[in-house]
């Protein structure tokens, strides 16, 4: 069964803080995607990842990082958290083959005081 | 750019009535187009697709027809349940990059018994 997991569902961390959010995937899947989900937005894409060791921006970068050592494993990284961060955190991966959906983990809901 | 906009929800019924929940989207090229679904406390779920104009997407009694002379995407469904109370999203999806999407807001449908 395909599955992709995310290390946390609740995280609550203060303002200036490094915050991790790791993100697993165990289907071999070769793009992987971490998404923002606010109300009334929709998802926007902040980062994808395309192969190991590759990355790019996407829709909404600023005061993001990614890092992907190993194909499964995708980490957004916000170097210093702020309150307008405060959000749900959606991670996906896909198949190189496009026409191919993508599958989503549970989401972390961050809260950042 | 390219953009997906939905019906502002939320959209309450009752159960077996008819579900119509707008989509249009602009794009400059022939994306393909997707419904995604949310259950409460869990991930995006693929529902349906379409690829070219004209194309019905179908699933758990969900129908979508992708309509390029309107841009148009509209979900339909002839009777639903209390179980298919989610958060809908339309997205749309070039051809020839990673797989990334666009989304739509996301419309809240809540079924009432």
């Known amino acids: 069964d395909v599955k992709v997991t995310q290390s946390s569902r609740y995280l609550v961390k203060r303002t200036g803080e490094k915050v991790f959010l790791e993100c697993v995937q165990d289907?071999?899947?070769?793009?992987m995607f971490w998404y923002r989900q606010d109300p009334g937005l929709g998802l926007r894409l902040i980062y994808f990842s395309y192969d190991v060791k590759m990355k790019e921006k996407g829709d909404i970068p600023e005061g993001y990082s990614v890092s992907r050592e190993k194909k499964e494993r995708f980490s957004l990284i916000l170097e210093s958290a702020s309150t307008n961060q405060t959000s749900m955190y959606l991670c996906a991966s896909s198949p190189s083959d496009t026409s191919e959906t993508q599958y989503f983990g549970p989401g972390t809901r961050l809260l950042v005081l | 750019g390219d953009s997906v906009t939905q019906m502002e929800g939320p959209v309450t019924l009752s159960e077996e009535a008819f579900l119509t929940i707008n989509c249009t989207y602009t794009a400059t090229g022939y994306p393909s187009l997707f419904w995604y679904v949310q259950y409460p406390g869990e991930g995006l779920q693929l529902l349906l697709k379409?690829?070219?104009?004209?194309d019905k997407g179908s699933n758990k009694g969900f129908e979508a027809t992708y309509r390029k002379e309107t841009t148009s995407f509209h979900l339909e469904k002839g009777s639903v349940q209390v179980s298919d109370s989610a958060v809908y999203f339309c997205?749309?999806?070039?051809?020839?990059?990673?797989?990334?999407?666009?989304f739509g807001q996301g419309t809240t449908l809540q079924v009432k018994p």
């Open positions: 997205a749309l999806r070039y051809s020839g990059n990673t797989g990334k999407l666009i």
């Open positions: 289907m071999d899947h070769e793009n």
């Open positions: 379409a690829t070219k104009a004209d």
